[in-house]
T-cell receptor, first 112, second 114 residues
Framework: QQPVQSPQAVILREGEDAVINCSSS?????VHWYRQKHGEAPVFLMILLKGGEQKGHEKISASFNEKKQQSSLYLTASQLSYSGTYFC?????????????FGTGTRLQVTL | GAVVSQHPSRVICKSGTSVKIECRSL??????MFWYRQFPKQSLMLMATSNEGSKATYEQGVEKDKFLINHASLTLSTLTVTSAHPEDSSFYIC??????????FGPGTRLTVL
């Protein structure tokens, strides 16, 4: 089952913050985050494995809740280069190893 | 970071012909590669998992006789779309699994079947 992302789309001014959520109906082994620009391949951002984990850089970070069914991606002080579509990719607990099911996607546009 | 190449980047073919797409991991060995299909403004849909030296595992609803996958070496997987039809037109993307189970994606192949 495909994880649900929210919001579907968001428009930010440069410097503003955004949060993108990814929710699964099943417990997860891991969650991955990717960014895809129009006409290009997705680029790996980070992977979270542990419940309660938070990781990332200063301006792009992510969390994985204790129940391991939800993850959030935090974009701080957004830059124009952050524009693109963000996908979470989820590995189901007990599922096929390394097989990812990608979320519905969140389109982010950063403007001046 | 790891680099994955895909060739060709764009192909236009006539209905009924076969098209082969290559996916290569350039600076690492990939025992597992994945093939996805993506329609405009939609998410990536996994078609099959390709394991070096063994048969590919196809997702439900994907015809294995139509989408032939060969993973002959640790750096190369190929997807052949046989007897292509206009409904096969799409963006096909491969990825290679890294050491941490992350996936490194190729640049994609846009297939247009006339």
């Amino acid at each position: 089952q495909q994880p649900v992302q929210s919001p579907q789309a968001v428009i930010l001014r440069e410097g503003e913050d955004a949060v993108i959520n990814c929710s699964s109906s099943k417990a997860l082994y891991s969650v991955h985050w990717y960014r895809q620009k129009h006409g290009e391949a997705p680029v790996f951002l980070m992977i979270l494995l542990k419940g309660g984990e938070q990781k990332g850089h200063e301006k792009i970070s992510a969390s994985f809740n204790e129940k391991k069914q939800q993850s959030s991606l935090y974009l701080t002080a957004s830059q124009l280069s952050y524009s693109g579509t963000y996908f979470c990719g989820t590995e189901i607990l007990g599922g096929t190893a390394s097989k990812l099911t990608f979320g519905t996607g969140t389109r982010l546009q950063v403007t001046l | 970071g790891a680099v994955v190449s895909q060739h060709p980047s764009r192909v236009i073919c006539k209905s009924g012909t076969s098209v082969k797409i290559e996916c290569r991991s350039l600076d690492f060995q990939a025992t597992t590669m994945f093939w996805y299909r993506q329609f405009p403004k939609q998410s990536l849909m996994l078609m099959a998992t390709s394991n070096e030296g063994s048969k590919a595992t196809y997702e439900q609803g994907v015809e294995k006789d139509k989408f032939l996958i060969n993973h002959a070496s640790l750096t190369l997987s190929t997807l052949t779309v046989t007897s292509a039809h206009p409904e096969d037109s799409s963006f096909y993307i491969c990825s290679a699994r890294g050491l941490l189970n992350e996936q490194f994606f190729g640049p994609g192949t846009r297939l247009t079947v006339l």
